[in-house]
């Protein structure tokens, strides 16, 4: 391959994964600027969101040699169908749970309580590994990492091309950037939207305008996790293999997206995902794989000492 067919190549992995870390990151950004609680169970809802997928496809057979032509398609549609539903449902529990009666004390009480969620979620997953089932390696090695099956093919899409372009890269894009234009059109334009950027901006004038904050609250956290549902259906696709540790690898990355972007703007943990996908496949390329988390953190650092707020995010005078 040629240095720019090698540049390209990069551009599309970095892009590939960068859109997964920005639907993570949204999850992240939506429930810290409505109620600046900094969710780390996060990236373990992602890795239970990618157990439950793995369930589904061992439970009903996905991936078998004598399906028909059109049953991957199907297969996927299913999986992006029901584990969005079953994280989003999850998150809003531990929300109710969790968060809700710590919502009035101080700041630290919730950020503890997210803290021990997370690793509820992690043995949770260790847990899940252990089902007896073929797909889990029959419950003998709960702790290992799981195979997901390959439901796309692998097969180049732009026929002889050095550059591999395959249906796996195709479904990223083409479920994640409707997804993140429609969240960005369904906060500006709808109702509910509108109702979470009051909450977000005056939690105590909303209510006095007669908006139900903990409703706003929970479909917010209901939102986060359909998305990280979806990202978790996609991120199995495409790379095949699950951990139940994967959360705290995945999450971190989203959350630096999230600070990197502006915490709390929805276009900044876009951008902030996309930068962060594409730094990760060139570092990995021109430097070292080993050198790329510092790469990412030294530039993260860099970004935030010239803009405190992040790349998009707004400079806001505190009241003393």
Known sequence: MSDLEVLVQQMITGLSNGMIIALIALGY???Y??????NFAH?????LGSFFALTLVGAFGFGAPDAGAGAPLMQVLLLLLATPIFCGALNWGIDRLAYRPLRRSSRLAPLVSAIGVSFVCINLGLFWGGLPMTVFGGGKTAASPKNF??????DNLLGESVIQFSSKELLVFVVAIPLLIALTLFVRYTRTGKAMRAVAQNPAAAELMGIDTNLIIGRTFIIGGMLAGVASVVFSLYNNTIHFQMGFRVGMDAFTAAVLGGIGNLPGAMLGGVAIGLIRALSDQYI??????AVVFLLLILVLVFRPAGLLGARIREKV
């Open 43 to 47: 990236g373990d809802l992602f890795m």
């Open 29 to 31: 950004t939506m429930v």
């Open 149 to 154: 099956p390959a439901l796309l093919s692998n």
């Open 288 to 293: 070292a794989s080993q050198w790329t988390n």
């Open 33 to 38: 600027g409505i109620i600046e609680l900094i």
